[in-house]
């Protein structure tokens, strides 16, 4: 099993705020994804609770947070915050994992 190590987080609400309002985006139609080019490779997530039940938005976050630790180097060099939209409750996980690779597809 590979760690998530808080290192590999964002966790302070500055740099949260930093992202939701000075970075470049791009989102598909379950998610919105934000990024800032830095040297490390961080996340933070975010899921509204417009999105479903806290146990709905805990599995997407789970979800998300798996598929950054087993493919890190898909995502952006940098802090990317991978943000949930409403419909997303809606969808199984491996349907999640697709919206999400769709997504990093576009990026690159």
């Known amino acids: 099993m590979h760690p998530f190590p808080k290192a590999a987080r964002i966790r302070k609400t500055i740099e949260f705020n930093q992202l939701r309002t000075g970075a470049p985006s791009i989102g598909n139609r379950y998610f919105q994804m934000r ?51 409403n419909p997303l409750g809606l969808l199984e996980k491996s349907l999640v994992r697709k919206a999400l690779r769709d997504l990093l597809e576009r990026i690159h």
Do not use: C, H, Q, T
């Not at 599995?59 to 950054?68: D, G, M, S, T």
């Open 35 to 85: 990024w800032m080019p830095k040297e490390n490779r961080r996340i933070g997530i975010i899921v509204s609770s417009k999105v479903g039940r806290a146990y709905k938005r805990n599995a997407i976050k789970r979800v998300v947070r798996e598929y950054f630790r087993l493919n890190r180097e898909a995502f952006p060099k940098g802090d990317v915050v991978v943000i949930a939209r």
